[in-house]
Each structure stands twice: as C-alpha cells, then as structure tokens.
C-alpha cells in the first residue's frame, strides 16, 4: 500500500520542474545583474590595456561614478506623488493600501533598480489578521519570471532569499503561492497562500523596452560602460604621471662621482642626492662648475581634454547635460541653452512614467482583488499622479494656470488649476479643507446677518395711523 504524497509538505512534481527552471534563468542573468550593479557603485574592474600601468600600481583603482550620476539624475524626475480613481470617487481604499505599503517611498526604490537593471518586480499578496493586502518589491537579483507575450501575463514566478542560513523559495503559480525551504531532502513546503486569482500576481516593471525584448534594458548601456572605462584609464594615467614625474627631473652634466658618495665613501640614496649634494657641486680639476638643468614637469592638462572629451561624448549617451558630469567650457550655457539640454532627459522621464504608471495601477488592483476576494470592476479606472518632470519654474506653471482661468477654460476653484500650479497632492487636500472651512465661515456670516436682520424687524414698534376728518381749519 502506497501512502499518498502530501502537497502541503513537498512540491509536486511539475512544481519542483518549473522551480528548478526558474532557478537556472535567475542563475544565468545574475552575472550581467551584477556587472551592472558595479558601474552603479562604482566597482567594476577597469579592463588596464597593460602599456603604461606599471606591475607596482596594478593595485591602483580609479573610480568615476557618471553611470550613478546619469541613473539617478533620471529617477529623480519620477516622482510618484499620489493614486486615486480617474472617476474622481473618494479614494480611501486606494489611499489606505498606499499607505499600509509605504507605496511612494518604496516606488522611488523600485524606479532606481528599474533603471539600473532594466527591470524590477512587483508582487502582490494577502495580508495578515485583516491588515491590507502587500506589494512589495522585489530585485531582479532576487527574483524572476517566466512571461507570455500574448497575453502580457507572468505564467510562473520565483523569489529567492536567505534567512538566518536557510534558502527560501517562493514560487508564484496562477492559482496558489508555494512557500518551501531548501533542506538536504530537497525543499520542503512550509506554506501555501491559496488565491485562486487565475493569473501569478507578480508583474514586471520594464525600461525600454522593445517588442522582441520585454524583459527591459538598463540605462547603464555599453556604450556608457565601455566611455566609463576609458575615462578611468585616463584618470589612472595621472595619477601614474603624478607618482613618476610629479617632482621635476634633472641632469648633471661634469660632475664628480664624489657628487653621489658620503664622507665614508658610500653611495648615496637617489633621494638624498636630488635634496641634497645636487644643489652644492664643486668644481671639477679644471675649475669648472659643472651643469646642472632641469626636464619639463608633467603636464596632466592633455589627460584632462580627454576627460572632458569623454563627459561631452557621455552626456550625450546619458541625455543629461554636460556641466551635470562636470564639464565645465569657457563661456557658461545660458539657462535657456540648459534647458534645451534637459529636454531629451524629461521626454525619457515621460515615457518611464508612461510605462510604470500601468505596473503601479496594475499592482494596486491586484491588492484590491486580494482584499475583496473579486476583480475590481474593469470600468472603474485608477489614476497615478506624479510631479513635472519638467521642473518649471513656479512663477511659470502659475501664469499658464491663469490664463487658462482667465480664458474660461478651467474653473478657478478646480483642483486641476491647483494641480498645474504645481502643488503637491497634499498641499491641494489642505487648500480643498482652507476653501471648505471658508466657505463655512462665510455661510455662517450670511446666516447670522440674516437672524439679525429679522430679530430688529421683530423688536421694532409698529406704526401708529390715525384717520378722521377735517374741521375746517386744516386740522383733522
């Protein structure tokens, strides 16, 4: 007699298949995830052509961090300010889940990997004892998927981690979460969330991506990469310039050897004779002093063109302007040729927030499914807000917004006006609550001058009329 396999305690199977395949792909992208991460934090090796690099500076590291730069220039214009549903209906419920989440700091975290990576990972599941459902986000180093392009749906999901020594797998399937630790057996399932939601409830946060490449490219591109390094080199080749011919060479031309030799006839250090004898020679048995000159100092300033060379030629690659990697001309850009050169950076911010704008609507009603137990009704749309990534002026994003309400286009107390003003989400619900509480106050000023104009007509003496006739002299 067979005793059955209990599901709850081990994978079936096909799970244990799909699980081991997952694995393998998250194996095979960890080395390309890692390279990039190290021209993000400025570690990579600098791939040194072995000319000029001495075996005693081969230890010398040269760090020039513009990959960081150019990333986080970019993620600093997406700015994720507030969720709400695009009916204009009271968002609480959205407004709760985003809180629970610490959505709009983690978005920020989850946009810097995105760019960096070319992807992150979005998962979504019950919570616990009644609280809010979860959205967490995830590392590509960490996690992975399997995608259907057809249906733009994940099929299966892997996350994996270590805690307190022990490997966890978490593996999404469309109808349960499978929780299972790594054991010398093999994995053992601890857990399983049975959702029933008939789709993985993990989605995928991509940069640029294309239509035969869904799983997104990183800003950090080649080109960046391979500018990187060559910038380095030319940093590295100062310093070695620095270390070799920082102290000015000279030559002496009939000089004795006693020149270089102590009282005791010894050889002295190259140090000693260069602060030392150098600068008091004798004459030599002709009675001539002999001569002494000086080779040119090194010059770093043919490095330094090259360098600047290398920033035009990155800034280009990054769409950021040239003075943001340091490179500074002689004539200073005006502030309109500035931002002629942030305008390929704000369309790029534009199109990110396109595509992560549906990744977080996405996410959101995926923790709405969670906590209703039913998909939210299709109609019903979800807005996300995000700041300019333009960064205008506030004296110019306040004229457009009155123009616009003195040609009657927009209501003067819309929030739209308020929203184009530039306020923050939070500075428009206290100018809503401000124009409630005034309009109040003056609703109740009227009302009282009411009341008081009817308590004087009703203490008020009437009129006294008396009618009769006339007697004769005018007199009634």
Same mark, same amino acid.
């Given at each position: 007699?067979?005793?059955?396999?209990?599901?709850?305690?081990?994978?079936?199977?096909?799970?244990?298949?799909?699980?081991?395949?997952?694995?393998?792909?998250?194996?095979?992208?960890?080395?390309?995830?890692?390279?990039?991460?190290?021209?993000?934090?400025?570690?990579?090796?600098?791939?040194?052509?072995?000319?000029?690099?001495?075996?005693?500076?081969?230890?010398?590291?040269?760090?020039?961090?513009?990959?960081?730069?150019?990333?986080?220039?970019?993620?600093?214009?997406?700015?994720?300010?507030?969720?709400?549903?695009?009916?204009?209906?009271?968002?609480?419920?959205?407004?709760?889940?985003?809180?629970?989440?610490?959505?709009?700091?983690?978005?920020?975290?989850?946009?810097?990997?995105?760019?960096?990576?070319?992807?992150?990972?979005?998962?979504?599941?019950?919570?616990?004892?009644?609280?809010?459902?979860?959205?967490?986000?995830?590392?590509?180093?960490?996690?992975?998927?399997?995608?259907?392009?057809?249906?733009?749906?994940?099929?299966?999901?892997?996350?994996?981690?270590?805690?307190?020594?022990?490997?966890?797998?978490?593996? &999404?399937?469309?109808?349960?979460?499978?929780?299972?630790?790594?054991?010398?057996?093999?994995?053992?399932? &601890?857990?399983?969330?049975?959702?029933?939601?008939?789709?993985?409830?993990?989605?995928?946060?991509?940069?640029?991506?294309?239509?035969?490449?869904?799983?997104?490219?990183?800003?950090?591109?080649?080109?960046?990469?391979?500018?990187?390094?060559?910038?380095?080199?030319?940093?590295?080749?100062?310093?070695?310039?620095?270390?070799?011919?920082?102290?000015?060479?000279?030559?002496?031309?009939?000089?004795?050897?006693?020149?270089?030799?102590?009282?005791?006839?010894?050889?002295?250090?190259?140090?000693?004779?260069?602060?030392?004898?150098?600068?008091?020679?004798?004459?030599?048995?002709?009675?001539?002093?002999?001569?002494?000159?000086?080779?040119?100092?090194?010059?770093?300033?043919?490095?330094?063109?090259?360098?600047?060379?290398?920033?035009?030629?990155?800034?280009?690659?990054?769409?950021?302007?040239?003075?943001?990697?340091?490179?500074?001309?002689?004539?200073?850009?005006?502030?309109?040729?500035?931002?002629?050169?942030?305008?390929?950076?704000?369309?790029?911010?534009?199109?990110?927030?396109?595509?992560?704008?549906?990744?977080?609507?996405?996410?959101?009603?995926?923790?709405?499914?969670?906590?209703?137990?039913?998909?939210?009704?299709?109609?019903?749309?979800?807005?996300?807000?995000?700041?300019?990534?333009?960064?205008?002026?506030?004296?110019?994003?306040?004229?457009?917004?009155?123009?616009?309400?003195?040609?009657?286009?927009?209501?003067?107390?819309?929030?739209?006006?308020?929203?184009?003003?530039?306020?923050?989400?939070?500075?428009?619900?206290?100018?809503?609550?401000?124009?409630?509480?005034?309009?109040?106050?003056?609703?109740?000023?009227?009302?009282?001058?009411?009341?008081?104009?009817?308590?004087?007509?009703?203490?008020?003496?009437?009129?006294?009329?008396?009618?009769?006739?006339?007697?004769?002299?005018?007199?009634?």
């Amino acid at each position: 007699m067979t005793i059955p396999e209990l599901p709850l305690l081990s994978l079936s199977d096909d799970e244990l298949d799909l699980l081991t395949a997952l694995r393998s792909d998250l194996l095979n992208q960890r080395f390309k995830l890692e390279l990039l991460d190290a021209y993000f934090n400025g570690e990579q090796l600098i791939r040194d052509l072995g000319i000029s690099i001495p075996p005693q500076l081969k230890g010398l590291h040269t760090v020039i961090g513009w990959p960081r730069i150019g990333v986080e220039s970019l993620e600093r214009r997406l700015d994720l300010e507030a969720v709400r549903w695009a009916d204009g209906a009271d968002a609480t419920d959205l407004e709760e889940i985003a809180e629970s989440n610490d959505l709009y700091d983690e978005a920020s975290l989850a946009h810097l990997d995105a760019l960096t990576y070319g992807r992150e990972y979005v998962s979504v599941g019950s919570g616990e004892g009644g609280d809010p459902p979860l959205i967490t986000f995830e590392s590509p180093l960490d996690m992975t998927l399997f995608w259907d392009a057809r249906l733009r749906l994940a099929t299966a999901a892997l996350r994996e981690s270590v805690e307190d020594g022990e490997r966890i797998a978490t593996l &999404y399937l469309p109808d349960q979460t499978v929780y299972a630790a790594e054991t010398r057996d093999g994995w053992e399932v &601890y857990d399983r969330d049975i959702h029933n939601l008939g789709m993985v409830p993990v989605l995928r946060m991509a940069n640029r991506q294309r239509t035969a490449d869904r799983v997104g490219k990183s800003e950090i591109t080649p080109e960046v990469m391979s500018i990187t390094d060559a910038a380095c080199r030319r940093l590295m080749g100062i310093e070695v310039g620095a270390e070799f011919f920082q102290a000015p060479q000279r030559y002496i031309l009939g000089v004795s050897e006693g020149a270089f030799q102590d009282a005791e006839g010894n050889a002295r250090t190259a140090w000693e004779t260069y602060i030392g004898r150098v600068l008091a020679l004798e004459r030599d048995e002709n009675g001539d002093v002999p001569t002494v000159g000086q080779f040119a100092a090194h010059d770093p300033s043919g490095q330094t063109k090259i360098i600047d060379l290398y920033a035009r030629i990155m800034a280009s690659q990054l769409s950021v302007a040239p003075h943001v990697l340091g490179y500074n001309s002689d004539n200073p850009a005006s502030a309109d040729a500035i931002r002629y050169a942030d305008n390929a950076q704000v369309k790029k911010a534009e199109r990110c927030i396109r595509r992560f704008s549906a990744t977080h609507r996405d996410a959101l009603r995926l923790a709405l499914w969670f906590r209703d137990g039913e998909p939210p009704d299709k109609a019903r749309r979800i807005e996300t807000v995000w700041r300019n990534p333009a960064t205008p002026t506030i004296a110019a994003q306040t004229d457009a917004a009155v123009k616009l309400v003195q040609a009657g286009i927009l209501p003067a107390d819309g929030d739209v006006v308020l929203e184009m003003a530039g306020l923050t989400e939070d500075q428009r619900r206290r100018v809503a609550a401000e124009r409630r509480r005034s309009a109040g106050a003056a609703a109740g000023g009227q009302l009282m001058e009411r009341l008081a104009a009817l308590s004087e007509s009703d203490t008020l003496p009437p009129t006294a009329e008396v009618t009769g006739g006339d007697d004769g002299l005018g007199r009634q």
